[in-house]
């Protein structure tokens, strides 16, 4: 007997509402819910595939420990004693730095990992705290903070009114949208169309979003920076600037970047000079714009100048706050504005060996190595990655696994045996997404419409397993009741009750306390979510969380950087530079044991210009070796002109032909991984990687 239920993917930002045939425990076929007022019937390969989790024979369902080089299944209270023993012994020998985290990018797509995750570290207080974001986002985080006084208190571009979509290194129409959580990127772009906007895409590589887009320019990778900035001086220099009353600092910005002509930024980038200026005069011009730079912009070295240039770039031409510009959302539970997540800090302390700063309490996934392998007070003796796969994702995977190999003590929350848990002493795997009740305090924030859902577990879970809260709160209790330093009483009694209320209790209280009238009655009643509107307008200053209640345009941070800017040497001709992509089939890391996202054709291989090739000798379809400062790999070459001359591309998330990974599939999937080609002393200044312009050699390989 099948029946319909309606429920959630969390697989990427877009937040799909979905309607699933389910027959017993099996998930028979699954469709875009069309009654979702945010998704509207949006769905995609990865949102079909949702189901091959829930079904995945590889997928762990109980705790395991590793017994040499095999893995045996142990009960769940054995399991939480393990690794409450393993965290304290490193906390008590060694002291609480001793202890490293990293959360990786699954962990804000569930509830419990964003009500209990969160407390849970807490509680350790390590400043050894890392996670994806200083791979992804983290200066759009330091300069939310910096500007506006919120980390999270981020403009959204308002899709649905615009009439000029300029984007900076996204990909949309594969991604399906980041920090702008925008379902159905294709019909809300046609539409876009149809009342006679415009999309404008900068990239070095002519990407789906380019083709659809009405002007596609090639970028040099890395040099995002001159051309924002000459795009903004080009607007305050003629006069088209209609800055708010309430920013500050502007006077001090036009001189800060007179140097930064687009004559300059031409030689830089490779973007004519007049066609920056006509971009920024079209900007300017536009009855509602929306600049927007993403991860192909953050991940270089100066993502925070760039991310800083986009707010500026909306600011200055009075397209912030606006209808049709970047606006902001008021969620139903406004996680910003209740403090339930912090406004951030930066530079409160430094990592030990490299001196970098932390911001919002995290320091730069970049030093993980070095903080593991460098002996000393301090050092990382203890690793515990919950949803993250940093072997893959982060710069010289290879170096950090080699690191992790050496680590006193490894202990993992995942799903699966991937190519960093493969390390661990222990797993403890949680229920997944069908499994569990989903609300999305992350993503409502940073979507292009206020909306608000709850979503009951479409399955419930079995006996012998545990929600990732439930994961959290007994890992917390156990390592604290070990601790030799103990906290004061009251601080415990505060975490414990803390960790004991369940998510979707926590949810029903957030949302009494929220303005925006609805209850969690609502929500049940009304399972596909409910519709608030359209973003608001005229919002600031009021919602600013500045000390001043103002906006002071020139940040000394970023204003710092500029000298730094204009010493880089422009790049050198005959320079090949690695930058990475998404196809709408991967899903980072992971999911490439789903048969149905991994059949047809191949999609690892490094793309390179033909005249690059053949500058080379080299043919299309060859192995090439790709070297770069920190490590090398032989992967297959496919010959395009969608990248451009100097520029080669290949997707993050593969290489997962290792030992011990327990994923018989993606074993078999080919492709190599980018972030051993990846150099963690490549950073911006917010601390987050430059991933994007790795200068690397291609030469083919002997055979
Ligand atoms: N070169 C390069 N590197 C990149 C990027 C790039 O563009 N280029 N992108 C970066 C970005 S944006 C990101 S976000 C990171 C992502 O990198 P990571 O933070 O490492 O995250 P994932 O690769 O998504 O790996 C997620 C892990 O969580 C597990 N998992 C899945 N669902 C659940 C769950 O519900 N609970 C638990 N406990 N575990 C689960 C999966 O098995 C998988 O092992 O990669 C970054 N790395
Ligand atoms: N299908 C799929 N969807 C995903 C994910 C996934 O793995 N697969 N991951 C999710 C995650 S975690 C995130 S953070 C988002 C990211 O969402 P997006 O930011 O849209 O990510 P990408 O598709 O990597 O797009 C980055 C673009 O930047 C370009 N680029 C690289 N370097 C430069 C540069 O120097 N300048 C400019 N102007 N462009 C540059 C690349 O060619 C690429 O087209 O996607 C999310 N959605
Ligand atoms: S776009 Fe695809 S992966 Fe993203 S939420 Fe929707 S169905 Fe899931
Ligand atoms: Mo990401």
Request: with cysteine.
């Amino acid at each position: 007997m099948s029946e319909k239920r309606i429920g959630v993917c969390n697989l990427c930002e877009a937040i799909c509402g979905l309607e699933l045939t389910v027959e017993g425990d099996r998930v028979t076929a699954v469709r875009g819910n069309k009654d979702d007022p945010l998704s509207r019937g949006h769905i995609c390969p990865k949102g079909v595939a949702i189901g091959d989790i829930h079904a995945d024979p590889d997928r762990l369902r109980r705790p395991v420990r590793r017994v040499g080089d095999t893995w045996e299944e142990i009960g769940w209270d054995e399991a939480f004693d393990l690794v409450a023993d393993g965290l304290a012994k490193a906390i008590n020998d060694h002291g609480r730095d001793a202890l490293g985290i990293y959360l990786g990018n699954p962990n804000v797509h569930s509830l419990g990992s964003m009500t209990h995750g969160t407390a849970m570290v807490k509680t350790f207080r390590t400043r050894n705290k890392f996670s994806a974001t200083s791979v992804d986002q983290l200066p759009h985080q330091l300069l939310a903070h910096l500007l506006y006084g919120h980390q999270l208190l981020l403009p959204i571009p308002d899709i649905d009114r615009t009439s000029y979509f300029l984007v900076f290194g996204a990909n949309p129409m594969a991604s399906n949208g980041s920090l702008m959580t925008v379902p159905d990127f294709p019909a809300r772009l046609r539409a876009l169309h149809d009342r006679g906007g415009r999309m404008v895409v900068l990239d070095p590589r002519r990407t789906e979003t380019a083709r659809v887009a009405d002007e596609h320019h090639f970028v040099r990778p890395d040099t995002d920076a001159w051309i924002l900035l000459a795009m903004l001086r080009t607007v305050l220099a003629e006069g088209l600037a209609t800055p708010p009353a309430y920013v500050d600092g502007l006077p001090e910005v036009t001189s800060a970047i007179t140097a930064f002509t687009p004559e300059l930024a031409e030689r830089a980038s490779g973007l004519p000079a007049d066609e920056i200026r006509r971009l920024a005069r079209d900007f300017a011009a536009a009855d509602g714009a929306a600049a927007y730079g993403r991860i192909g912009v953050s991940t270089t070295r100066f993502g925070s100048v760039c991310q800083w240039a986009v707010q500026l770039l909306n600011l200055v031409t009075g397209n912030l706050d606006r209808v049709g510009g970047a606006m902001f959302t008021n969620p139903a539970i406004d996680a910003v504005g209740t403090g339930l997540i912090g406004r951030g800090h930066h530079d409160v302390w430094r990592s030990r060996v490299r001196d970098l700063p932390e911001f919002g309490g995290e320091l730069p996934v970049s030093v993980l190595a070095e903080e593991i392998e460098t002996p000393g007070d301090g050092q990382v003796r203890a690793l515990l990655t919950l949803a993250g796969n940093p072997v893959l994702s982060t710069p010289d995977g290879a170096r950090l696994e080699r690191a992790v190999t050496g680590l006193d003590f490894l202990a993992a929350v995942d799903i699966y045996v991937n190519e960093t848990t493969r390390h661990a002493d222990v797993i403890l795997p949680p229920t997944t997404a069908l499994e569990r009740d989903h609300y999305d305090l992350v993503f409502h924030l940073l979507a292009v419409r206020n909306t608000a859902r709850f979503t009951p577990a479409v399955f419930d879970k079995a006996r012998d397993q545990r929600h990732d809260w439930e994961i959290y709160r007994e890992i917390a209790l156990r390592t604290a009741s070990r601790l030799h330093q103990r906290k004061p009483l009251a601080r415990r009694l505060k975490e414990r009750a803390r960790l004991t209320m369940s998510p979707t209790f926590l949810i029903g209280m957030l949302l009494r306390t929220g303005r925006s009238g609805v209850t969690i009655t609502d929500l049940r009643k009304n399972p596909s979510g409910v519709d608030l509107g359209p973003l608001q307008p005229d919002q600031l200053p009021d919602r600013l969380q500045t000390d001043d209640g103002r906006i002071d345009a020139a940040v000394p941070l970023v204003l710092d950087e500029l000298p730094r800017l204009l010493e880089e040497p422009l790049p050198a001709t005959g320079e090949l530079l690695l930058i990475g992509r998404r196809h709408k089939q991967d899903c980072n890391s992971w999911m490439h044991n789903s048969e149905r996202l991994t059949k047809g054709r191949p999609r690892h291989q490094l793309l390179m210009n033909g005249a690059d090739l053949a500058e080379r000798g080299i043919a299309d379809g060859a192995t090439v070796t790709v070297r770069s400062r920190v490590g090398e790999v032989q992967v297959e070459v496919s010959a395009t002109d969608d990248v451009m001359p100097g520029v080669v591309s290949l997707p993050h998330g593969y290489g997962h032909q290792r030992e011990g990974v327990l994923m018989e599939r993606a074993r078999e999937v080919v492709g190599v991984s980018i972030n051993d080609l990846t150099d963690p002393e490549r950073l911006d200044v917010s601390g987050n990687a430059a991933l994007s312009g790795v200068p690397v050699t291609v030469s083919a390989s002997r055979s």
